[in-house]
């Protein structure tokens, strides 16, 4: 089928929005659908037509090709609302079968025009208008599919809305990893090597550094095990250097705060490390300034499942939904003396940092993106 993918977030970005959409799409194409993304923005910045792909595929870790395009301009309050039925017309002059997307105006303006329609919902309806959006899409007759990212999402949905949808309607669809990625990962020490990380005990988080993501407590765990080496790869930049200050005026020289890097890279850095932490507290940021502890479902979890590299996770109803207590170690949320034990007693054995790794890369194989993709369109003929 050709598929026009609408997402709402501009490519490329840090966010792990545009991550997913991208990760989506190249995994749509993998299982042989023609895949044309629209995308808010103008796209790579300075790039010719012939090198925008290349630097997409860099920066997202990619190796599928789809196309791309990108409707210009997006900073406003009237173009950010008019972008999804800008994106929906042009949908229909590429001749597309289906519209797969995040945006809930999309979906109701592509099953106006009688268009098939799948609609990610990575969390509740937001703002004024969003849950009078949300009961239009629901009330809706066509073909339409609505894929939720967490059972407690689909469970609040339901709860809020009763939405009236078939099953086949309504599907759960976790996120999901590139197994191939970590197929050949090399080990700690190697990884460390390459990276330049010194050679000694590494614990790493990979993601964003809003509030609430744990770097807070990498701040207070680091004094307290100097002989550790803590590392945070990811961040937008104002608050990359603003960690980066904090450690310097507390005199703390045992973490690593190493900003963005592109996606194909990070394999590697999840491999320096001997133990991978999701230190969640009970209340987060996100690019959309909201709350989402509730229902999200983060994509580092898969990777780092699929990483061979043993987690200590905060202890979370939805992070349970996919680690259980054979696959990582769960840890209340910002209770300093767990996490500080939680992380020596793995360091300290590496037959049990060897067990739950691989637990839990023998529990990630049904989340790839490929499967999830196959998931999205089973039983759509």
């Known amino acids: 089928m050709k598929i026009v993918c609408i997402a709402p977030s501009r490519i490329p970005s840090v966010t792990a929005n545009s991550i997913q959409a991208m990760k989506v799409c190249q995994a749509l194409a993998q299982i042989g659908h023609e895949v044309i993304l629209i995308a808010p923005g103008s796209g790579p910045e300075g790039a010719t ?12 870790g ?23 039925w800008r994106a929906v017309q042009r949908a229909r002059q590429l001749g597309a079968e289906v519209i797969y997307t995040w945006l809930i105006q999309s979906a109701i ?16 309806p937001l703002g004024t208008f ?27 949905l339901a709860a809020q809305y009763r939405p009236q949808l078939k099953p086949a309607e309504n599907m759960l669809a976790p996120n999901g990893v590139d197994l191939e990625r970590y197929q050949r990962i090399p ?34 765990l680091a004094p307290r095990m100097p002989e550790v080496h803590f590392v945070w790869v990811g961040g937008r930049p104002q608050h990359v250097e603003e960690w980066r200050r904090k450690t310097e005026e507390m005199g703390i020289i045992n973490i690593s705060f190493v900003g963005f890097i592109p996606n194909a890279i990070l394999p590697m850095y999840q491999a320096a490390a001997e133990v991978l932490l999701m230190p969640y507290g009970l209340r987060m940021g996100a690019s959309s300034g909201e709350n989402p502890v509730e229902f999200f479902n983060p ?9 061979g590299r043993p987690v200590i996770t905060s ?21 300093l003396i767990a996490w500080e034990e939680a992380i020596y007693a793995l360091l300290g054995n590496p037959l049990e940092r060897e067990r739950l790794a691989a637990n839990a890369r023998k529990d990630v194989l049904p989340y790839t993106w490929k499967a999830r993709a196959e998931k999205a369109f089973e039983g759509w003929s």
């Open 130 to 156: 969003g849950p009078i959006w949300y009961r239009r899409f629901l009330k809706m007759k066509g073909r339409k599919r609505q894929l939720v990212i967490t059972q407690a999402l689909q469970e609040a």
């Open 299 to 307: 994509m580092k979890m898969f990777e780092y499942m699929a990483s």
């Open 62 to 84: 990619l190796h599928t090709r789809f196309e791309c395009e990108f409707i210009p301009p997006f900073d406003g309050w009237l173009p950010r609302r008019v972008f999804p």
């Open 49 to 60: 037509a012939e090198e925008k792909w290349d630097v997409l595929a860099d920066h997202y």
């Open 187 to 220: 080990t700690t020490s190697q990884a460390r090597a390459i990276l330049g990380l010194p050679e000694i005990p590494t614990v790493a988080c990979t993601g964003h550094l809003y509030a609430g993501r744990g770097a807070e407590l990498y701040l207070e």
């Open 109 to 124: 303006g592509g099953m106006l025009y009688r268009l098939p329609v799948v609609l990610e919902m990575h969390d509740l």
């Open 315 to 335: 202890d979370l109803p939805v992070i349970s939904e996919i680690l259980g207590r054979d696959s990582a170690v769960f840890c209340p949320p910002e209770n």
